[in-house]
């Protein structure tokens, strides 16, 4: 039995989906978010969540709005400094699982959160990489969320400000990149995988009722589905009510202080 | 050897025109009180280093104080943009502002260096990234044994840099507790440091021999701010409050709204303004 | 995901012979028995790492476990000599044993730098220093920016690490107080890690969120011990015995009272026998 | 009104002198872990005492018989990694004064650890130089305590585990090193000091009762005496009651356990 979803629920849902019990999972702010927390809350109850500020292993009540709320620390295994997370958990090799989110992505999940137009003359000057850099190259592999739309499923990026699998093929292999990259982005539309063999994104799972044009509508360039595509499988209703509970648990801690 | 004074002093004394100055504090624990300060003695040519500029940041850019600054993410965090910091970048109001940018890891590591006194930093880090091709301050080093070659960053030695903490003792040791991110660094990396305090006790008590601890003698000033990291937070003090965070958006959006609102929070204000926020409460209480 | 599991377990499958083997622990929390574990099951050809081999390395070198070392210490501290490691390298008795000597500066930034996933590390040290010319390990790396020249020394990576630990809870994670010296590095640097620990406990309740905690997803196995790092000790648990310390010195001097200590205290032992130096009482008890 | 002491106690307590309340001091194991612990319990109570195990602004009430005991970290006000110890307060120029011992020293302050005879294949193999060559290299200053024996200060080193002053003169300033270096060598009978040109160890203070020749006949080169010497104050009886006391506490301590 199933309820109504929007295309944001059916988003963090799928990506809660991704991760499992054993991952020590890199989360950003927002979408990753969320869809950590989910995941936590309902099929995989281990996961590590591990977030920039140093929180390591923290189980949040409500969503943090920042990546350094106190939550996140009150509710951690246990606080690291800035550098020693960056150094020992992320460079270290520790991290199974980044999760990231951009303002623009291109056909070879490459991020751009730097600058719309010229960097040294931006049109919009957007936040910047942050962690994004060296979560791309040193996590595990990399989930990215993000809604599909137009602006932000790109042909071309005016900037790299993290590489996914840059140029397609074994292009990170010969950067000396031993970590997968992005090995799947969930938006609200659909799901992608990178080709097997070019790395282009190809859509390979359909969230219900939306059409092979919708997609093809909302994405900057000429989309690729896979030879087999699904549907992907509608939210369960403790899914559902799970991220509900947390998104009212949030907006209700955010409004009050 | 620290000096327990106020914080008119301490910014008089520590923070001149043109220094390079950090003001840290990885969400928690920012120095807003201290950065009113800055403003209300009118420094100028600042050039200003943080991981995340944050709204402190956008004030100080937006009243002009800053030459140029050094920064990983310059948004304001689960709200959006930092509309000064854009309008200084893209519109160059009230004055262009030189921009040297960095990941994250970079920065950490940069801090961590100055803090080791070490010229330099390494890291595995802007592999395949855009920012290697416009900041020259993106070099690398080969490993003398594997050859692999690693990025490197130039260490980061601010003259000053101006952190907030949970508490001194009356020798002005100081004790640092939750979300540390790179303060430690920040003041062991800096010629001169301030750190604002919520409180000064009789006997600092760590809970525990490995507690985050600065030492008297590494610190230029200690100064009683209580509620000095408003509108960030102080862990076992009082929350982040995400309302103002999410307010701010609104009052930086527009330069007018914004100059009205520094005229009458910080250049109307003084130090003790931020006592009000300092009500003990658990960090996390909504 | 950490194994929770005996120390013969531990041993059997964590530590091979001609392993590159780093047990750690800086006067504190050296962990005895399982060095004990190793010599009962008679392992081979190790490198062994250690700033300040200590008498456990002094154990394993005088039964001839060890091919190499790579130390910045060898003696007993405040008492003399580690007489295994001279007779070995004055006289090859049981075997010649290669070594690899470093500061402690260099060997410290060296687990750094393998906890960090570098290939090196880079320090202020070895100025006129002979070691530099004895020991091909020890290059140099020019800054990009300033042109100074540091010393490099490779990244320590272990194929397993030994530590022991005030307590770990059931899931394998673990606590770790007082002096902590290079025991997280050790372990984070090592492809495999095996942690004895004092206690396991429900709830591992660190004293604060900066505690020094290793998580149950960087270790290998943790081993319940308790007394484990006897003659060394366990803040918050018990002592150092400094007179076994100063009792060494004779047992140690002669290689047949030395294989006689071996044989009735390590051979004829278990783990269990530790147990009996676990009782509670301050780490500062005489 | 001084009472009898012996020459060890008079290196001890010369040793203590030389430190002030702001000294920030780096102390290895024996005479100087006594030394600065004397200083610490008579006219220098502010003074921070530092131990390469992490234990800092540690006051022990008994004097550790390795630099890890447990008193260190129970007295400190806190406690770092060995790595942070180090990097961030020894390299990161936060120590005014390091005291060293050794088993060797020479003319300029070098001083062996290490080895007696051929590296690879040494007469007497010494524990080596732990802290002792960065020690050297980054505090402020540098305090020698050592009993002056013809074995001891020796014509020449076998192995340079630290360095002084090198072959003398500028030779620290020529090898990028603006620290002091060794500024004073406190031993059982006499006081050296560093040239201020040669940086040649030169008698500057003899201890009460001893004389030329007895300096002469114990130090393995032609020793220098300064040009005015002076003879070093008797130890009062509040610092000799200190000492002794301190000694006798720590005897009891490292019996029993």
Request: hydrophobic share 40%; charged share 20%; with cysteine.
């Amino acid at each position: 039995m199933t309820q109504d979803f929007t295309p944001t629920e059916m988003m963090t849902i799928a990506a809660a989906r991704a991760l499992t019990n054993d991952d020590v999972c890199f989360v950003g702010i927002g979408a990753p978010s969320a869809a950590c927390n989910v995941a936590r809350l309902t099929h995989a109850p281990d996961i590590t969540l591990i977030y920039e500020s140093g929180t390591i292993g923290t189980k949040p009540d409500v969503l943090p709005l920042s990546i350094g709320d106190g939550e996140l620390c009150d509710t951690a295994l246990f606080t690291v400094s800035v550098p020693e997370m960056f150094r020992y958990w992320l460079q270290g090799g520790r991290i199974t699982t980044g999760f990231l989110g951009g303002a623009q992505i291109d056909r070879f999940a490459n991020l751009n959160t730097t600058v719309v137009g010229p960097y040294d003359k931006p049109k919009v000057r957007l936040p910047g990489g942050g962690g994004a850099p060296e979560i791309a190259s040193n996590c595990g592999q990399i989930f990215i969320t993000m809604a599909l739309t137009n602006r932000g499923f790109v042909d071309h990026l005016d900037f790299i400000t993290s590489m996914g699998h840059g140029e397609g093929g074994d292009h990170r292999a010969r950067l000396g990149m031993k970590t997968k990259g992005p090995t799947r982005v969930i938006t609200d539309l659909c799901i992608f995988e990178p080709d097997p063999v070019t790395r282009e994104l190809t859509v390979v799972s359909l969230h219900k009722g939306v059409t092979r044009e919708q997609i093809k509508e909302n994405c900057g360039w000429p989309v690729r589905f896979a030879t087999e595509t699904v549907e992907t499988p509608v939210p369960t209703e403790t899914e559902l009510s799970v991220l509900r509970d947390i998104n009212a648990r949030t907006k209700r801690a955010h409004e009050a202080a | 050897m620290a000096k327990i004074c106020t914080l008119s002093e301490a910014i008089e004394e520590n923070v001149r025109d043109g220094d390079t100055l950090a003001m840290e504090g990885f969400t928690h624990l920012i120095p807003y009180a201290a950065g009113h300060e800055i403003i209300r003695q009118n420094r100028r040519e600042l050039f200003l280093v943080r991981m995340t500029p944050d709204l402190i940041y956008d004030q100080l850019i937006g009243v002009g104080a800053a030459r140029g600054m050094k920064f990983s993410w310059g948004g304001n965090p689960g709200v959006g943009s930092l509309h000064r910091f854009r309008d200084a970048v893209e519109n160059q109001w009230p004055r262009p502002l030189e921009i040297e940018e960095h990941s994250h890891a970079a920065m950490a590591n940069a801090y961590e260096a100055g803090a080791a006194n070490l010229p330099f930093a390494m890291l595995r880090g802007y592999i395949g990234a855009d920012l290697a091709k416009v900041n020259p301050n993106i070099k690398s080093v080969t490993c003398p044994f594997t050859g692999e070659v690693l990025a490197a960053v130039p260490a980061i030695r601010p003259d000053v840099s101006i952190i907030h903490a949970q508490r001194a003792d009356w020798q002005g040791n100081v004790l640092i507790e939750g979300i540390t991110g790179v303060q430690k660094e920040a003041v062991l990396a800096a010629s001169r440091s301030i750190v604002t305090v919520e409180e000064i006790v009789d006997e600092l008590n760590p809970p525990s021999p490995n507690a985050v601890v600065l030492p008297r003698w590494a610190i230029s000033a200690v100064v009683h701010v209580p509620g000095g990291a408003f509108p960030s937070y102080a862990h076992g003090y009082y929350a982040r409050s995400n309302a103002f965070y999410i307010a701010w958006d609104k009052i930086a959006r527009d330069r007018d709204s914004f100059t009205a609102w520094i005229k009458a929070n910080v250049l109307a204000g003084k130090p003790e303004d931020f006592a009000r926020h300092a009500v003990r409460r658990a960090a996390n209480a909504a």
